[in-house]
T-cell receptor
Framework: GESVGLHLPTLSVQEGDNSIINCAYSNSASDYFIWYKQESGKGPQFIIDIRSNMDKRQGQRVTVLLNKTVKHLSLQIAATQPGDSAVYFCAEKEAAGNKLTFGGGTRVLVKP | NAGVTQTPKFQVLKTGQSMTLQCAQDMNHEYMSWYRQDPGMGLRLIHYSVGAGITDQGEVPNGYNVSRSTTEDFPLRLLSAAPSQTSVYFC???????????????FGQGTRLTVV
């Protein structure tokens, strides 16, 4: 079936720099795109979502960009901190659906 | 406010044994679900429920049963454990809007299950 395609690379970032995590999706019917953060030994935690009729949404230190033309989603973290070290998952959901389809995750390591 | 609580945190089973993973939430969420997470992969939906008395299958339901007798609890039963069910299991809950889950799901801490 269709799925959010994201391999599990590792992104090493210097503390204080900006991080950009990318995700490709394949389901054109998805209405929401979501980012989750998973710290070691914990369950995923919601960060931010964006509707398919938007191309940008900002939160606290995070920005999500959506490019429907190329089916690409990104999460930008400003001024990356040690507490941002985690695995980040993108996920998608249809408006009337009851399922989050997750990608494979990206590990972010913040170097002091 | 405990959020989503899963028990046990760790479990080792022998092939063929059965067990129940417990999940409870105290946020009065209508929607609850079970995911499994395998190394290097994202989470895959096993079963979900949009309210008490209602359950449905996700992507990988085979070998698992669920029931939803109360709003708070959503146990996951492994009928006859197999090594392929070795995984980390997460329970999640969310608000529902018109019977559809919200994008913000609250996850438990997970249950690490090993089947030998």
């Amino acid at each position: 079936g269709e799925s959010v395609g994201l391999h599990l690379p590792t992104l090493s970032v210097q503390e204080g720099d900006n991080s950009i995590i990318n995700c490709a999706y394949s389901n054109s019917a998805s209405d929401y795109f979501i980012w989750y953060k998973q710290e070691s030994g914990k369950g995923p935690q919601f960060i931010i979502d964006i509707r398919s009729n938007m191309d940008k949404r900002q939160g606290q230190r995070v920005t999500v960009l959506l490019n429907k033309t190329v089916k690409h989603l990104s999460l930008q973290i400003a001024a990356t901190q040690p507490g941002d070290s985690a695995v980040y998952f993108c996920a998608e959901k249809e408006a009337a659906g009851n399922k989050l389809t997750f990608g494979g995750g990206t590990r972010v390591l913040v170097k002091p | 406010n405990a959020g989503v609580t899963q028990t046990p945190k760790f479990q080792v089973l022998k092939t063929g044994q059965s067990m129940t993973l417990q999940c409870a939430q105290d946020m009065n969420h209508e929607y609850m679900s079970w995911y499994r997470q395998d190394p290097g992969m994202g989470l895959r939906l096993i079963h979900y429920s949009v309210g008490a008395g209602i359950t449905d299958q996700g992507e990988v339901p085979n070998g698992y049963n669920v029931s939803r007798s109360t709003t708070e609890d959503f146990p996951l039963r492994l009928l006859s454990a197999a090594p392929s069910q070795t995984s980390v299991y997460f329970c999640a809950s969310s608000y529902s809007v018109r019977g559809t889950m919200n994008t913000e799901a609250f996850f438990g801490q997970g249950t690490r299950l090993t089947v030998v």
